[in-house]
């Protein structure tokens, strides 16, 4: 059976519009129909590698896995990743398109959305019904004219559109009544009704709420979502992050290991850390460059999209000074992809990949030195650990980089690369230094291994003397899936499932 397709609308950023779009992805798998996930564009630094080494945004990912399916980068045509000054790099279809100034950008949109609408056509060809999400506030009236991902999408779609408001951070009312009355009658007619986020205590006190809102727009508040403090996960973009800031400054915590993920001003693919932070006996933060390091077990330089920009940024902070003595002081330190290349002596960006043509010294704590390449390497990978913890056991996970790493001293390399896009290679990927403590690798998704992630953590534990002899069982893949039932099954208890199925039943 087809079904019209339903579209996931905010009010603002950061409202909830990609995990209920994942909840409605799993709640109608679980009914028996093939469903599958769509953004038109994305923006996020937090990106993911298919199996067939194409690009694309981590949210579609998620909601990928809620419908059951593999991510393919039709779910997300285009990828912005927004870089150092003016502009973004433009993925498109999984490649890179190029790096373009809004204005370049806003010029091509009218070719790109031939480009999404071929995208979105294949997967309507082959699911029964596509979820469709939406970016930031779908009502920004000076961006009307240049809309492909929000109400414009929508339309070429076909959708009904839902908008959602997040009620915790106030102003429920100016967000969908003062929305509905900027929207234009076409939009005016493709909205079907509005869904209430993240409410905390009981759903009957909005009762009187929902009558207001259903009587100023004539459209149904076809459901009040709790706020699920503690759901764990995958986020989309670093404004979720904005909300860790709460952690910064807090001080180490006594017989467990103590993580700080150092907060970047361009960090990337901080999804990297999500495992670490469920595993008992483990107190991840996420460090401001003004902070102590004090107390901590274990510091980590995560991904970020420009490597000499934010090295250079630690040193004026002061940062780079402290991640140095705390190495000299026997603590670990582990890089990953833009990581690992500020751990080395030297990055070097002879033709301007990340913005002005430079090279900077780095971190020294590994004797390797990088060089940004024009060639972007996009890919899944599967091998084993070498140097890294955990010797001989497998590791999956992938490569988003545009930089060639060379060794100029000793050590070992951090893990063997046996296959690449599931093509065999015998390949190395990071280094190790002779003191075991300090590594980096470009791979990134390692934390999911489980195995790898216990016996990195197990040895941490055993050099800092901090006892886990509750050895974790925590299986990362199966714990995702928990969280996903666990939102499917709150979203499915709140929200008027049967006017939905209703109104996706309508001809359009």
């Given at each position: 059976?087809?079904?019209?397709?339903?579209?996931?609308?905010?009010?603002?950023?950061?409202?909830?519009?990609?995990?209920?779009?994942a909840a409605l992805c799993?709640?109608?798998?679980?009914?028996?129909?093939?469903?599958?996930?769509?953004?038109?564009?994305?923006?996020?630094?937090?990106?993911?590698?298919?199996?067939?080494?194409?690009?694309?945004?981590?949210?579609?990912?998620?909601?990928?896995?809620?419908?059951?399916?593999?991510?393919?980068?039709?779910?997300?045509p285009i990828l912005l990743?927004?870089?150092?000054?003016?502009?973004?790099?433009?993925?498109?279809?999984?490649?890179?398109?190029?790096?373009?100034?809004?204005?370049?950008?806003?010029?091509?949109?009218?070719?790109?959305?031939?480009?999404?609408?071929?995208?979105?056509?294949?997967?309507?060809?082959?699911?029964?019904?596509?979820?469709?999400?939406?970016?930031?506030?779908?009502?920004?009236?000076?961006?009307?004219?240049?809309?492909?991902?929000?109400?414009?999408?929508?339309?070429?779609?076909?959708?009904?559109?839902?908008?959602?408001?997040?009620?915790?951070?106030?102003?429920?009312?100016?967000?969908?009544?003062?929305?509905?009355?900027?929207?234009?009658?076409?939009?005016?007619?493709?909205?079907?009704?509005?869904?209430?986020?993240?409410?905390?205590?009981?759903?009957?006190?909005?009762?009187?709420?929902?009558?207001?809102?259903?009587?100023?727009?004539?459209?149904?508040?076809?459901?009040?979502?709790?706020?699920?403090?503690?759901?764990?996960?995958?986020?989309?973009?670093?404004?979720?992050?904005?909300?860790?800031?709460?952690?910064?400054?807090?001080?180490?915590?006594?017989?467990?290991?103590?993580?700080?993920?150092?907060?970047?001003?361009?960090?990337?693919?901080?999804?990297?850390?999500?495992?670490?932070?469920?595993?008992?006996?483990?107190?991840?933060?996420?460090?401001?460059?003004?902070?102590?390091?004090?107390?901590?077990?274990?510091?980590?330089?995560?991904?970020?999209?420009?490597?000499?920009?934010?090295?250079?940024?630690?040193?004026?902070?002061?940062?780079?000074?402290?991640?140095?003595?705390?190495?000299?002081?026997?603590?670990?330190?582990?890089?990953?992809?833009?990581?690992?290349?500020?751990?080395?002596?030297?990055?070097?960006?002879?033709?301007?990949?990340?913005?002005?043509?430079?090279?900077?010294?780095?971190?020294?704590?590994?004797?390797?030195?990088?060089?940004?390449?024009?060639?972007?390497?996009?890919?899944q990978v599967a091998g084993?650990?070498?140097?890294?913890?955990?010797?001989?056991?497998?590791?999956?996970?992938?490569?988003?980089?545009?930089?060639?790493?060379?060794?100029?001293?000793?050590?070992?390399?951090?893990?063997?690369?046996?296959?690449?896009?599931?093509?065999?290679?015998?390949?190395?990927?990071?280094?190790?230094?002779?003191?075991?403590?300090?590594?980096?690798?470009?791979?990134?998704?390692?934390?999911?291994?489980?195995?790898?992630?216990?016996?990195?953590?197990?040895?941490?534990?055993?050099?800092?003397?901090?006892?886990?002899?509750?050895?974790?069982?925590?299986?990362?893949?199966?714990?995702?899936?928990?969280?996903?039932?666990?939102?499917?099954?709150?979203?499915?208890?709140?929200?008027?499932?049967?006017?939905?199925?209703?109104?996706?039943?309508?001809?359009?």
């Open positions: 059976m087809l079904y019209r397709p339903l579209m996931i609308l905010g009010a603002g950023s950061d409202v909830g519009k990609t995990l209920l779009a799993r709640i109608f798998r679980q009914d028996g129909v093939r469903v599958a996930p769509f953004k038109a564009q994305n923006m996020a630094l937090n990106s993911f590698i298919t199996p067939a080494g194409g690009e694309m945004g981590r949210a579609q990912v998620l909601q990928a896995q809620a419908a059951g399916l593999t991510p393919h980068v039709d779910m997300n990743k927004p870089s150092r000054g003016v502009g973004c790099q433009v993925i498109v279809q999984g490649k890179v398109y190029g790096n373009l100034t809004s204005a370049e950008y806003y010029r091509r949109k009218p070719a790109l959305m031939r480009t999404v609408m071929a995208c979105f056509r294949r997967l309507a060809a082959a699911h029964e019904l596509i979820i469709l999400e939406g970016a930031g506030s779908a009502v920004e009236l000076n961006l009307r004219r240049s809309d492909l991902v929000n109400f414009a999408m929508a339309k070429k779609a076909g959708a009904a559109a839902l908008l959602v408001a997040d009620i915790d951070r106030g102003g429920v009312f100016a967000a969908t009544i003062g929305s509905f009355n900027l929207l234009t009658p076409g939009q005016r007619r493709l909205l079907a009704g509005f869904i209430i986020n993240k409410f905390r205590g009981d759903p009957a006190l909005f009762a009187e709420g929902v009558k207001i809102i259903e009587k100023r727009t004539r459209r149904p508040v076809l459901g009040v979502v709790p706020y699920l403090a503690d759901l764990a996960l995958p986020e989309e973009d670093s404004v979720p992050l904005d909300r860790q800031r709460s952690t910064c400054g807090q001080p180490a915590k006594k017989g467990v290991l103590n993580i700080g993920v150092i907060r970047l001003p361009h960090i990337s693919n901080y999804t990297d850390f999500g495992p670490l932070k469920q595993e008992p006996k483990v107190h991840l933060r996420y460090l401001d460059a003004a902070e102590s390091l004090d107390g901590l077990d274990v510091l980590i330089l995560p991904g970020t999209k420009s490597t000499i920009s934010d090295l250079v940024f630690l040193k004026h902070k002061g940062m780079a000074d402290k991640i140095q003595a705390f190495a000299e002081s026997g603590g670990h330190i582990v890089g990953i992809c833009g990581g690992y290349q500020m751990l080395g002596l030297e990055v070097r960006d002879p033709v301007g990949v990340e913005g002005e043509p430079g090279a900077e010294a780095g971190l020294g704590l590994l004797p390797i030195v990088t060089t940004m390449a024009g060639t972007k390497t996009t890919t084993e650990a070498l140097g890294a913890p955990g010797a001989g056991l497998p590791v999956t996970g992938y490569e988003i980089h545009m930089g060639v790493t060379e060794i100029q001293g000793p050590g070992q390399p951090a893990l063997a690369v046996t296959e690449r896009n599931g093509q065999p290679v015998r390949l190395t990927d990071g280094w190790v230094a002779p003191n075991g403590r300090v590594w980096g690798a470009y791979v990134h998704g390692l934390f999911d291994n489980d195995a790898f992630r216990r016996a990195f953590l197990d040895k941490v534990s055993r050099e800092r003397g901090v006892a886990r002899s509750d050895n974790s069982d925590l299986s990362w893949q199966s714990f995702q899936e928990e969280q996903l039932d666990r939102l499917a099954q709150t979203v499915r208890r709140h929200l008027d499932m049967e006017k939905i199925r209703a109104l996706l039943s309508q001809a359009f």
